[in-house]
């Protein structure tokens, strides 16, 4: 059974950083397009930043030149790293993994950016 674990949200003042970590079992994760997707109360769910497998990433517009997405194939892990944050950026954080058909969500996890 593939599962996603997400962890690293947490209360931050603006301005500040946080890392989250996805941690993937069940499978390899070497296989998949891995994203972090958000959502805001009120508001649709939406793509952060993706990481293909081989490496090549993408952001929202919104998230450009402060958040990076990594991933350690080894570790079985993805990692957003969030830096400049912004009470826009509060939401609960989803990892998500993709191939082909093949799609999974991650439980979320609390970002909350406020000082």
């Known amino acids: 059974q593939v599962q996603l674990v997400e962890s690293g949200g947490g209360l931050v003042q603006p301005g500040g950083s946080l890392r989250l970590s996805c941690a993937t079992s069940?499978?390899?994760?070497?296989?998949?397009?891995m994203g972090w997707y958000r959502q805001a109360p009120g508001k649709q769910r939406e793509l952060v930043a993706r990481?293909?497998?081989?490496?090549?990433?993408n952001y929202a517009d919104s998230v450009k030149g402060r958040f990076t997405i990594s991933r350690n194939n080894a570790k079985n892990t993805v990692y957003l790293q969030m830096n400049s944050l912004k009470s826009a950026d509060t939401a609960v954080y989803y990892c998500?993994?993709?191939?082909?058909?093949?799609?999974?969500w991650g439980q979320g996890t609390q970002v909350t950016v406020d000082s």
């Open positions: 990481i293909t497998n081989g490496g090549s990433t």
């Open positions: 998500n993994a993709e191939f082909g058909i093949r799609n999974y």
């Open positions: 069940g499978t390899s994760l070497s296989i998949y397009v």
